[in-house]
């Protein structure tokens, strides 16, 4: 089985804090994805990764910066934590192969809360 | 500008009953559509999928129907039971020559099915 682990389930920071959000992956996938869930907005992804030291924005990056050093793990960090940012933050990956489409499989979740 | 979209927020059955749960996209490069349920506290977990090439995929009691020329996919759960009560997301991918594929979510349904 896939296994997506988040560093933590739950984080409380102040703001201006320098917040860094680990995931790992035990797949060997070379993709992975960070995603932030709010109400009645849904998945909104930030940053993705098909290889190592690779990056790219997706549709809400402000704020937020990535770090991939090694395959298994995709940092999430905020430079300067804001309120604007207390949102439930979502790491998936997915594997890149013959098959066209692959589903993601993701991580159970970390609760940020900016004070 | 939401690509993909669930109209309802909620829905809530009854148990044995039907469930379905609507999807509509508006970008007519997406040709393959995936389902999420999430359960509180968790990640996303896959539930199904549908190529463009179908218009119909069937996984027990879960079913996926596509319509491409209405742009609008639906998901029939039945017979419905109370481990379904969970949030529901429709994604939707199109083909990027076999690298990273990103995945656009609706806003998700919340279904609650009624012992």
């Known amino acids: 089985d896939v296994k997506v682990t988040q560093s933590s389930r739950y984080l409380v920071k102040r703001t201006g804090e320098k917040v860094f959000l680990e995931c790992v992956q035990d797949m060997d996938h070379e993709n992975m994805f960070w995603y932030r869930q709010d109400p009645g907005l849904g998945l909104r992804l930030i940053y993705f990764s098909y290889d190592v030291k690779m990056k790219e924005k997706g549709d809400i990056p402000e704020g937020y910066s990535v770090s991939r050093e090694k395959k298994e793990r995709f940092s999430l960090i905020l430079e300067s934590a804001s309120t604007n940012q207390t949102s439930m933050y979502l790491c998936?990956?997915?594997?890149?192969?013959?098959?066209?489409?692959?589903?993601?499989?993701f991580g159970p979740g970390t609760r940020l809360t900016v004070l | 500008d939401q690509q993909v979209k669930q109209n309802s927020p909620s829905l809530s059955v009854q148990e044995g009953r039907i469930s379905i749960l609507n999807c509509d996209y508006t970008?007519?490069?997406?040709?393959?559509f995936l389902w999420y349920k999430k359960y509180p506290a968790e990640g996303p977990t896959f539930l199904i999928s549908?190529?463009?090439?179908?218009d119909k995929n069937e996984d027990g009691r879960f079913t996926v129907f596509l319509n491409k020329s209405a742009k609008h996919l639906s998901l029939h759960i039945v017979p419905s039971q109370p481990g379904d009560s969970a949030v529901y997301f429709c994604a939707a991918s199109g083909f990027h020559g076999g690298a990273t594929n990103k995945l656009i979510f609706g806003t998700g349904t919340l279904l609650a099915v009624q012992p």
């Open positions: 970008n007519s490069m997406f040709d393959y």
């Open positions: 998936a990956s997915s594997p890149t192969g013959t098959d066209i489409y692959n589903e993601q499989f």
């Open positions: 549908i190529s463009s090439i179908k």
